[in-house]
């Protein structure tokens, strides 16, 4: 009798919200997953927990991805605890609303740093080390495509994203790897919610035609058909997921 090795993903930011569903979500469709996570130790710990608990393999790696070194640290880890990646999703990121003027430098470093430059580390090492036939996803934001003010550095960041993937999935000819992106719109997670009004939730809900705000799992899906052999020719695109709202 021979067991059946697992494909392996490695999904960036995913102690929770919308990453922790994603690992949730491929954990349950028989990968091995590598929750990478900055500061959320806990969390992270908590959703290896659950996961080993159902039966899935699940490890738990604290990496900066703006940090080109703890990136490589990442993919070794992974490769010496789950084996070589397949699976490779750029969820980590960070947003603060305000407007142009009114962004430190520190504020519009950091924005590049996590959002782009995690992004290009990332890719950058899973150029050597990724699967033939693996699969990539990389975040955008709907908000590129509606240029709502207050987003104008955040909306920067996630263009260059959209560049690198569309770019990336042609440099990568030969590999049989696929690489896209996701572009959801506002999402009901905690991050989105907390210090927003009542008031203010329900205008974001009502924006879309479909009349509500995107759930995690709605992400997770769409994440799921990307990886998934169904997507084998999708490549260098950005999936607005947003409920049809721009």
């Known amino acids: 009798m021979t ?29 091995a997953v590598a929750i ?39 993919f070794d880890e992974t490769e010496a605890q789950l084996g070589k990646v397949d699976v490779l999703v750029n969820n980590a990121g960070i947003l603060k609303v305000l407007p142009l003027a009114q962004h430190s430098d520190e504020l519009f470093e950091q924005t590049f740093a996590i959002n782009t430059r ?21 975040f955008s934001s709907s908000t590129v495509g509606l240029n709502l003010p207050g987003y104008a550095v955040y909306i920067a960041s996630k263009a260059a994203v959209e560049s690198l993937t569309q770019v990336f999935a042609k440099e990568l000819r ?46 997770a899906n769409v994440i799921s058909f990307l990886v998934s052999p169904a997507a084998a020719w999708l490549n260098g695109q950005i999936l607005r997921t947003n409920g049809g709202l721009v």
């Open 3 to 31: 067991t059946q090795i697992s494909k392996v993903a490695i999904v960036t930011g995913a102690s929770r919200g919308i990453g922790a569903a994603i690992a949730k979500q491929l954990a349950s469709e028989g990968f």
């Open 36 to 74: 990478n996570y900055a500061s959320s130790a806990n969390e992270a710990s908590a959703l290896v927990v659950e996961l080993r608990q159902a039966g899935h393999q699940a490890i738990a790696i604290k990496a900066d991805v703006s940090n080109a070194a703890d990136v490589s640290r990442m």
């Open 118 to 138: 995690g992004t290009f580390n990332t890719l950058r090492e899973a150029a050597t080390r990724l699967n033939a036939g693996g699969r990539i996803v990389n």
């Open 174 to 219: 030969g590999r049989n790897i696929t690489v896209n992106a996701v572009a959801p719109g506002p999402v009901a997670t905690e991050l989105f919610l907390h210090g927003k009004s009542e008031e203010q939730i329900q205008t974001f809900a009502k924006m879309p035609p479909l009349e509500r705000l995107g759930q995690p799992e709605d992400i």
